[in-house]
């Protein structure tokens, strides 16, 4: 392998392939699409781009300044250029499981948008051919990456909360969708997947990040939308039974909002964590800890990284493809979003119970069926 690592980007027309593309090209402190102005990365960058749309990919390459990115129309044609070590998956959310399975049968490494799949099926398909590839994958559940999230998580693993009961994860926020071709296709379950794989999925992805546990029982009640023609459920709530005895709820709504909201509470039996994203940054988060003798009280200073933004350059793209690009570099796994880790494991588990649960009247679902 080169000592940069070379990315190919499919699906580069989309919005958010832009943001990935910027975080592969350019260094830690990113790049300005106001100016258009970064530092080349040291150890990546973007070889190749890939779209049906011959005359945004030129775009794209022009505003991006990815001087040295052939352009492609062909998928197949970019899987066989052998001067491309690595693929990031950015198409539309049916086609995730295909061009995934078909860029690691290639011999490349995988950076894949959420989500994982649209269809249990696909699911399956994909993790196996995950779990028999000894190329770094990664899923980009890029909530996981914000120094909010990674600093909770912390908390929770050094007992901080005492012993870990219940946690609460939202995930409120009236997707984009206009109706040009690029877009409408989110109304559409067996385009887009339907809600969960449209949005919620980064709510569940804290929650059973922060448990770090199997889970055992999963109830899911959906709702239909009020404003927009979705052809599916935007509204779900679900409720997870972890094997450690603690119970998630996650919900969500992709249909309307007051603003992006991704508040979450956790509870432990000696403290308590709360984000609330409408609050002033001073009092957004607020924690309690004995082992600490913290009272219960505002922490100015906890993130820097709020999760309070619908807008793609405010992501964490830049953190989530550098670490992409430094296990792939070692030859290693993601252990914390590779695709057969045991967190997206877990994830897809509950994603594929809670859509079954809906399916059938909210029953309760064991998960371990699809805890591959």
Known sequence: ?????????????????????????????????????????????????????????????????????????????????????????AVPNNLHSLFA????????????EK?????????KKLMAAAKKTDKTTKIDYILLHYDEQERLKHLIDEKAFGELASVHFTYRHPINVSESIDQIWKLKKDKSGGAIPMGICHALSCAVYQVDS?????????????????????????????????????????????KYDARHTVIGTEGQFDYTPYNPLETRVMWSSKSKNRAYSADPVFANDHLDSGNVWK??????????????????????????????????????????????????????????
């Open 214 to 258: 199997d889970p055992v029982s999963v109830v899911c009640k959906s709702c239909p939308s009020k404003i927009r023609k979705f052809d599916y459920d935007t509204q779900q709530d679900i409720l997870i039974t972890f094997e450690n005895g603690v119970v998630a709820l996650v919900q969500g709504n992709i249909d309307f909002a007051e």
């Open 115 to 123: 989500p994982f799949a649209t269809t249990v099926e696909d699911s």
């Open 101 to 112: 399975v078909k860029a690691l049968e290639a011999g490349k490494h995988l950076f894949l």
């Open 315 to 372: 992501h964490k793209c830049t953190k989530t493809v550098k670490e992409f690009v430094s296990y792939a570099l070692k030859g290693q796994q993601d252990p914390r979003l590779g695709l057969s880790s045991p967190t997206v494991r877990r994830i897809e588990a509950v994603i594929w119970a809670a859509e079954k649960s809906a399916s059938n009247g909210s029953i309760p679902v064991d998960p371990s069926e699809f805890l591959n």
């Open 1 to 89: 392998m080169a000592e940069k690592l070379r990315v190919g980007i499919v699906g580069a027309s989309g919005w958010m392939a832009g943001a990935l593309a910027a975080g592969a090209e350019y260094d830690d402190n990113g790049f300005n699409p106001d100016t258009k102005s970064g530092i080349k990365s040291s150890n990546s960058c973007v070889a190749a781009l890939c779209d049906l749309k011959e005359d945004v990919l030129k775009q794209r390459k022009q505003d991006l300044c990815l001087d040295s990115a052939k352009l492609y129309t062909s998928y197949d044609e970019m899987l066989a250029d052998k001067d491309i070590d690595a693929i990031i998956v």
